[in-house]
């Protein structure tokens, strides 16, 4: 039997100590620390090497860093500036003549969208078209607001057609655009 003696509580021997590492283990053991911080090591410095050539690359698994498709990417990128109502309000105005309908189309012409107050500013190119318009405004307003959802346009501002610029005589006033000034 060996020279030591069982712990207290513990039948004859059951609970031995474990052996010390001979030489030949411990000679492994040093050569897996080896290793691995060699790995490390490399590891480190192959990402060193990929940020100078212009950051980090992605590996064999989705991460952030992949290239996206266009869409995908103006999708996310409208989502995290806060853009959609803009956007949506954007592609109204690329889909207006599919909204209005052709006629209306033809002769008026969404100009901007103000998000704060929510209005819509149209452009039309005679009076009697604006005063159609404006007729037609609460109709036109719950269309849209049916389209991009609900409370995104408020109001409808129908603008008449611009007047010719009358800059001749020698009598003019300063800001004024001249006898033109109350056309539309």
Known sequence: MSDEKPAKGDPEGAAQ?????????????ALRAAKEQARARGD???????ARRGGLRSGARADGRDPLPLG????????????????????????????????????????????????????CD???WAT?????????????NEDLGHGTVRLLKVLGPNGPAHRFGPLRAPGSTGPGDTYG
């Open 17 to 29: 100590k474990t052996p010390e590492p001979s030489g030949v283990d411990l000679a492994r053991v």
């Open 44 to 50: 480190a410095a192959q990402q060193k090497k990929q």
């Open 72 to 123: 995908s990417a103006i999708n996310r990128l409208i989502t995290e500036r806060g853009w959609e109502t803009p956007a949506a309000v954007g592609g109204v105005m690329g889909r207006w003549p599919q909204i209005v309908g052709d006629d209306l189309a033809k002769h008026c012409v969404p100009q901007k969208y103000d998000e704060d107050e929510r209005v819509l500013t149209v452009q």
């Open 126 to 128: 005679s009076t009697a």
């Open 132 to 144: 159609q318009l404006r007729l037609m405004a609460p109709q036109l307003v719950a269309r849209l």
